[in-house]
T-cell receptor, first 113, second 115 residues
C-alpha cells in the first residue's frame, strides 16, 4: 500500500535557524511529490512540487526540497526560518497520472523570535 | 488564482441529522474533486474521489451509504454525511485540481461537530 512518512511530528526552532523536515514514501512506481503548508486558520497551500527533471526544487518563501529516488525521500529545507513560518507542513505523494494525493502525518513547526 | 470554496465552515448538529457540505471551484472547471477527512493532530485521509457525471470512487473502509457524494456540475461537488453520529465529528476538506496549474486547490474545510 502507498504511504508517506514524516518523521518529525513537532519541531521547535528559533528564528534564523536552519530547517529540514523529513519525508519518505512507499510506492513502487513513478510519483509526483508535493509539500503543502497550512498556516493557522487557513487552508492548505502548495509550497513546492516535483514532477520530473532537476531533483532539487525551489518553492515559495525560500523553501526547497530534494528528491532522492534511491532513498524514496523528499525532504524539505529552508536555510533560515522566520517566525511567520510557524505552520503545519504536509508532504504528499501522487501516483503518476493521477490527481489522488496521499498525505503524510504532518509536521508542526513552531518558530520563536 | 484558482480558488475552491467550501461551505459551511462550521456545523454543529444533533445526532441523527444529515449534513450536506458543498465544494465549489470558483474560476475553473473540475471534473474531479477529492474529499478528505482530518482528525485532530493527524493527517488528511482521502475519503473519496468525486467524478462529475458519474459515481464517486471511495477509498477502502469508507462507507458509501454514510458519505454520499454528488458531483452534478463541473464546479460543484457535495458530501452528505447521513444520519451523523458523534464519531463522524471531524474536519472535512475538499480539493480540486486545476488542469492549467496541476496541483490541488484546497477548500478551507468544514468542521463538523455532532452532539
Amino acid at each position: 500500500a502507498q504511504s508517506v512518512s514524516q518523521h518529525n511530528h513537532h519541531v521547535i526552532l528559533s528564528e534564523a535557524a536552519s530547517l529540514e523536515l523529513g519525508c519518505n514514501y512507499s510506492y513502487g512506481g513513478t510519483v509526483n511529490l508535493f509539500w503543502y503548508v497550512q498556516y493557522p486558520g487557513q487552508h492548505l497551500q502548495l509550497l513546492l512540487k516535483y514532477f520530473s527533471g532537476d531533483p532539487l526544487v525551489k518553492g515559495i518563501k525560500g523553501f526547497e526540497a530534494e528528491f532522492i529516488k534511491s532513498k524514496f525521500s523528499f525532504n524539505l529545507r529552508k536555510p533560515s526560518v522566520q517566525w511567520s513560518d510557524t505552520a503545519e507542513y504536509f508532504c504528499a505523494v501522487s501516483p503518476h497520472n493521477t490527481d489522488k494525493l496521499i498525505f503524510g502525518t504532518g509536521t508542526r513547526l513552531q518558530v520563536f523570535p | 488564482g484558482a480558488v475552491v470554496s467550501q461551505h459551511p465552515s462550521r456545523v454543529i448538529c444533533k445526532s441523527g441529522t444529515s449534513v450536506k457540505i458543498e465544494c465549489r471551484s470558483l474560476d475553473f472547471q473540475a471534473t474531479t474533486m477529492f474529499w478528505y477527512r482530518q482528525f485532530p493532530k493527524q493527517s488528511l485521509m482521502l475519503m473519496a474521489t468525486s467524478n462529475e457525471g458519474s459515481k464517486a470512487t471511495y477509498e477502502q473502509g469508507v462507507e458509501k451509504d454514510k458519505f454520499l457524494i454528488n458531483h452534478a456540475s463541473l464546479t460543484l461537488s457535495t458530501l452528505t454525511v447521513t444520519s451523523a453520529h458523534p464519531e463522524d465529528s471531524s474536519f472535512y476538506i475538499c480539493s480540486a485540481p486545476d488542469r492549467n496549474n496541476q496541483p490541488q486547490h484546497f477548500g478551507d474545510g468544514t468542521r463538523l461537530s455532532i452532539l
